[in-house]
C-alpha cells in the first residue's frame, strides 16, 4: 500500500470516528450477555469523592476503595458519591455491588454513549444525561459526556466519563457555603439541582455558536470561500449532535415530573419544571440556529452566483469596448495595395489618417463608455472591487 492509500485510509477512519462521536450511541455485539461492560482502553481511572451534608454540616473526602461508602449509605444525611472515570472494570463492579446495582444499569452507566432516559428499579431511580461544555482552547464545538445518575432515599450515586471535565462546580460551592437552601433538601432536590446545572450548561455553548454563525453570515455575503461551505457543513454537524443530546433531556425531565415516581418530592417536581422549561429553550435555539445554518448554504450559493453574474458583467463592457477598436483595426489591417485601386484603403494615403484613426477609435470607446456609465454598470464594478479591496 503506498503512502498516499494510507494517508487516505487515515483520513477516512478519522471521518468515521467523527460521524461516530456525532450521531451513534453504543451498542453491543450481537449475542452479548446483559450486563456486559465495555471499558475503553483510553478511559480514566475513577476517582471516588463523597460529599455528604445535613443542615449545618458538610464534608466531602476522595475515597481508595468503593467500600469505604457503605457507611454513608444507611445515614440520615445525603450523601452525594461522584464516580469520575470509567477505567476500572473492578472498581466499578464493586461500586455496583455496594449500592446493590442492577446489571442492565451497570451496563447503562459504563457503556456510553447512551440515549438520555430515566428507568425505575426497585428503590432507585436511572437517569442517564448528557453534559456538555465549550472547548478551553481555540478550537471551536463542544465536549459532550454521559452522566449517570443513581438516586436512592439518602443518596445520589453520579457517574462521568471524564474527571477533569463538568459543571457541577457551582453546586458544589453551594453545598460547601451552605448558600440557598440545599443542604436542607434531600437527595432529589440534589438531583434536580445536578440536572439543572447541566441543562444551564447549554447556554455557553449556544452562545458560542451564535457568534460562529455571525461570522459565517458576514463571510458568506463578504467573501464565500471553499472553506467557508465546509464550516457551514461542520456547524450543521454539531448543531445536529446538540439537537440529539437535548430533544430526550428534554423526555426525562417531563417524565420526572408527570410519572409520579416516590423518589421524586412534589415539591422538586415545581423545579423541575423550571428545569423543563430551559430544556424546551434551549431546543428552541437549536433549531432557530440549524435553521440558519441550513439558510447559509443557499446564500452562500446565490452570492456566488452575483459574483460571478458581477465578474461575467465586467468581462463584458470591456469585451463590448474593445470589439469596435479591433474592428477598425483589423479592417486597416488587410493591407490592400492602394495604387491597384482608388477604392482600396484611399485612407492610406492621407496625410493625417493615421491620427484621424485613432481619434475615431478613442470616440468610439469613449461613446461607450459615457454609455455604459449612464446606465449604471461602472457603479456596481466599483462595488464588487471595493468587496475584494
Known amino acids: 500500500m503506498s503512502d498516499r492509500d494510507k494517508d487516505e485510509q487515515k483520513a477516512e477512519v478519522d471521518e468515521n470516528e467523527d460521524d461516530e462521536s456525532y450521531v451513534d450511541y453504543f451498542y453491543g455485539e450481537p449475542g452479548d450477555l446483559p450486563g456486559t461492560l465495555s471499558i475503553d482502553e483510553d478511559a480514566a481511572v475513577p476517582e471516588l469523592v463523597v460529599i455528604d451534608y445535613a443542615g449545618e454540616q458538610a464534608t466531602c473526602k476522595k475515597v481508595a476503595t468503593p467500600e469505604e461508602i457503605a457507611p454513608y449509605l444507611d445515614s440520615a444525611s445525603v450523601s452525594w458519591v461522584d464516580v469520575r472515570g470509567l477505567g476500572s472494570e473492578d472498581i466499578l463492579r464493586r461500586v455496583g455491588q455496594v449500592f446493590n446495582l442492577h446489571p442492565l444499569v451497570l ?20 437517569i442517564i444525561a448528557r453534559m456538555v461544555c465549550p472547548r478551553s482552547n481555540e478550537e471551536s464545538g463542544f465536549i459532550s459526556e454521559q452522566v449517570s445518575f443513581i438516586l436512592g432515599k439518602h443518596y445520589l450515586l453520579t457517574v462521568q466519563e471524564e474527571p477533569q471535565i463538568d459543571v457541577f462546580n457551582p453546586v458544589r460551592d453551594r453545598i460547601r457555603t451552605a448558600k440557598g437552601i440545599i443542604r436542607d433538601q434531600q437527595a ?38 471553499r472553506s467557508t461551505i465546509e464550516r457551514i457543513h461542520k456547524l450543521k454537524r454539531e448543531l445536529l449532535s446538540l439537537r440529539r443530546a437535548i430533544w430526550p433531556q428534554r423526555d426525562v425531565i417531563n417524565s420526572l415530573i408527570r410519572d409520579g415516581n416516590p423518589l421524586i418530592r412534589d415539591e422538586v417536581r415545581v423545579y423541575l419544571r423550571d428545569c423543563y422549561d430551559h430544556a424546551i429553550q434551549i431546543l428552541d435555539i437549536v433549531e432557530t440556529y440549524r435553521e440558519v445554518a441550513s439558510s447559509l448554504m443557499d446564500v452562500y450559493m446565490s452570492s456566488v452566483s452575483n459574483r460571478m453574474n458581477e465578474v461575467m458583467k465586467t468581462l463584458t463592457v470591456i469585451s463590448v469596448i474593445f470589439i469596435p477598436l479591433t474592428f477598425i483595426a483589423g479592417v486597416y489591417g488587410m493591407n490592400f495595395n492602394a495604387e491597384k485601386s482608388p477604392w482600396n484603403m484611399p485612407e492610406l494615403n492621407w496625410y493625417w489618417g493615421y491620427p484621424i484613426c485613432l481619434l475615431v477609435m478613442l470616440a468610439v470607446a469613449s461613446g461607450l463608455v459615457i454609455y455604459f456609465w449612464r446606465r449604471g454598470w461602472f457603479e456596481n464594478l466599483s462595488g464588487v472591487r471595493d468587496e475584494r479591496r
Open 107 to 126: 451496563e447503562d452507566v459504563v457503556n456510553v454513549p447512551q440515549r438520555p432516559k430515566v428507568e425505575e428499579y426497585k428503590d432507585q431511580l436511572l
Open 188 to 225: 432529589d432536590y440534589l438531583a434536580y439541582t445536578l440536572l439543572d446545572a447541566i441543562i444551564d450548561g447549554f447556554f455557553p455553548v449556544l452562545e458560542d455558536y451564535g457568534e460562529r454563525i455571525e461570522e459565517l453570515e458576514e463571510e458568506v455575503v463578504e467573501n464565500p470561500t
